[in-house]
């Protein structure tokens, strides 16, 4: 009788750590929609920010400030968070992400800073400082894809 209750327990344990599991996979890929999601606003908005720039697609600057604006609320919370580890899963996030977190901090960081400076410009109105922030903005777009991102 021992061995049949010891056997049940542990049957038991191995349903709840298979459900365990489970919650995390489940939780993973959230994550990782979650993150595409983010990751996707912001590219519509460098897109916005991109026409502005080049007088293409009737973007107005109120269009311009609002994509700022959304690129740089996205840009400023802890991006590292939407990058748990172990959260590949089905995305082009790249093992550095986590193997060099130092790094993949300071890429978003930068990004961030230079998120900032592009709201600073667009809410001038001047067209030459958007366009210099903008640059500068989608190379730390560009650092960071190219060295945590799996390429297209």
């Not at 959304?70 to 590949?88: C, D, K, M, Y």
Request: net charge positive; with cysteine.
């Amino acid at each position: 009788m021992r061995i049949f209750a010891a056997a049940a327990m542990a049957g038991l344990l191995l349903a709840g750590a298979g459900v365990a599991g489970a919650q995390s996979v489940s939780s993973s890929g959230a994550t990782i929609k979650e993150r595409q999601e983010h990751m996707k606003a912001m590219g519509g908005a460098m897109r916005t920010l991109g026409n502005y720039v080049k007088k293409e697609g009737g973007v107005s600057l109120d269009d311009a400030k609002k994509a700022a604006t959304t690129l740089n609320e996205r840009a400023s919370g802890p991006v590292w968070t939407l990058f748990p580890a172990g959260s590949i899963g089905d995305s082009a996030a790249r093992p550095e992400i986590w193997s060099q977190e130092a790094q993949f901090k300071k890429a978003a960081a930068d990004f961030q800073q230079a998120s900032s400076q592009l709201v600073q410009a667009v809410n001038a109105g001047q067209d030459a400082q958007i366009a210099q922030a903008f640059g500068a903005t989608g190379k730390t777009c560009g650092t960071c894809h190219e060295a945590f991102r799996v390429k297209k």
